[in-house]
């Protein structure tokens, strides 16, 4: 890639959450293999961020692309509506087998945004087709569900900046967010506000909406599964619907095959993205109960009211098979472990540091939250020079390696993370 190219880039090319006046540089990528992504300008650079949250097995991984090349022999795309194919039937077979089993009905779209809005869709058509119109979502602050409006609309309103959508955005119910620590103690009364705001407003909630266990983008924080039984428990009791948003926890990354395991409970909707197809293309499902898409479909309008032009693209579905065979078939659980381990004990001497206000680690992802927002120009520059490719925002220093990073190469991540926080220059105190 030239001089050219990267100043056209800066000029002309959005990039997620960057401004186009003063863009902060961007690295450009040639190759990925394995653990690692190559530059165009010749370093190599140790993957701790699995493209946000979806590269499990590593890049260029062959299966994977033998998944690929073989369906594109086929046919890449074809329409969803009217017709079916092998790839798409055998993903949601799949997908129906390894989710807990009221859940039976999948719909395939294309990102994660659309799986949380077919999600929130299919649970206001659910209470539409009851005759009982309820037209709210219940969440939690510090949520993240995507970046579409509907998705947004149950996402952090600071975070997500919800002033500027006003009278625009669906205005939802957001309780304090769970205080409660994944591996602490389970606090009573974390779940005051929450319960008050339920039974305040039982009658107009069509679904809660969470990220179970894990918030993500909202502030990495890890909570108390006791937390999802007792909102499963106030679901069941008021009737009320229960979405979990797994497009981040699912497939192993918090230790279990999905994170509502840790509570042993079963959502009413899941949605599910990112690591779906193994991080190669983009894919998302949202699975519901039999009694959801039965109610939606004997309702007014007799069908679920969405349909993406892309919705069950062959390619996707086919990648996507193959991931999850070489999932269920490896040793994910095992892997797993051995990086949470290491992250636990690698990543506590940032502890240490003044300007690092909490380590925390669960499954394979570890976070380290500092006292001061980073300057992430000059905090991404020093780790590409230490030869990994860490991504932090705000207060948040993360790490979440694909499964199959070696020890060797997790403790270039986080010896450079640890490093990192010790230099002030590093944050914009
Ligand atoms: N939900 C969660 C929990 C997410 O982490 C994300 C993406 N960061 C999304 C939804 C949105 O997915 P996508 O970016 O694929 O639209």
Known sequence: ?????????????????????????????????????????????????????????????????????????????????????????????KLVAMTPAPLECVFLADTGSVAVEVAMKMALQYWHAKGEPRQRFLTFRNGYHGDTFGAMSVCDPDNSMHSLWKGYLAENLFAPAPQSRFDGEWDEADMVGFARMMAAHRHEIAAVILEPVVQGAGGMRMYHPEWLKRIRKMCDREGILLIADEIATGFGRTGKLFACEHADISPDILCLGKALTGGTMTLSATLATREIADTISDGEAGCFMHGPTFMGNPLACAVANESLAILQSGDWQGQVAAIEGQLKRELNDAAASENVADVRVLGAIGVVETHYPVNQAVLQKFFVERGVWVRPFGKLIYLMPPYIITQEQLTRLTSAVVDAVNIPAHFVI
């Open 1 to 93: 890639m030239t001089q050219d190219d990267l100043a056209f880039d800066q000029r002309h090319i959005w990039h997620p959450y960057t401004s186009m006046t003063r863009p902060l540089p961007v690295y450009p990528v040639a190759s990925a293999s394995g653990c690692e992504l190559q530059l165009s300008t010749g370093e190599t650079l140790v993957e701790g961020m699995s493209s946000w949250w979806a590269t499990l097995h590593g890049y260029n991984h062959p299966r994977l692309n033998a998944a690929l090349k073989t369906q594109i022999d086929q046919m890449s795309h074809v329409m969803f509506g009217g017709i079916t194919h092998q790839p798409a039937v055998d993903l949601c077979r």
